[in-house]
């Protein structure tokens, strides 16, 4: 009988121990990450924050320096024609533009320390005309150089066959000698005193 009894409680016991199992089994298991890995991840999102807040700053602190607006960068703006400053603008590297235009109460200003270089280029990029504003010179190299004034007469021309003034026939070709194409008035004709006059 003693025996029978073990026997039981043992097939008892043992069925609780099952049956626990199986619950135990059926239960949903947590789902993510822990330990080490959790920490690695925290991390990770903490340089990520603290890297995006220093790129903010840094973004924040070009705006302010460089003062972007709406409408452009400070003095320059951006319009639908191309671009206008206001106030003096400094150009460190080389211009490339279409149009230079002053506004029309204010006169358009060119300041260098060391000369003022205008080339003029054709379609392969060759330079056809130079134009120099030096410390003490001003010289230009072209074929042809002319003068008008306000209505658009020629007053001076300078060209390989000489120098003409105005609409007079006179021409300088360069070896001391001039050249009169017209009549000629003039109250006196004086020559060398040394040599006879030709």
Known sequence: MGKGRSRTSNDNSNY???RDTELLDDRPQP???????KR??????????????????????MLRVLNFNWDGIKNVKFTEDGMRTEGQ??????????????LQSTALKIDSSRGVYIRARNEDNNITNHFVIANKTVSSRCQLFEIK???GQTKLSVSNNGVKFGNMDVTFTGSSKVNFTGSIATPNVRGPVSEPLR
Not at 31 to 37: K, N, P, S
Not at 40 to 61: D, K, M, Q, R, S
Not at 89 to 102: A, C, G, K, M, R
Request: hydrophobic content about 55%.
């Open 16 to 18: 609780h121990a099952d």
């Open 149 to 151: 004034n306000s209505k």
């Open 31 to 37: 789902v993510g990450i822990y330990g080490w890995r």
């Open 40 to 61: 690695c991840l925290y991390g990770f999102i903490l340089l990520l924050v603290i890297l995006t807040v220093l790129n903010l700053a840094l973004l924040v602190w």
């Open 89 to 102: 603008v400094e150009f460190l590297d080389s211009l490339y533009t279409e149009n230079i235009q002053s």
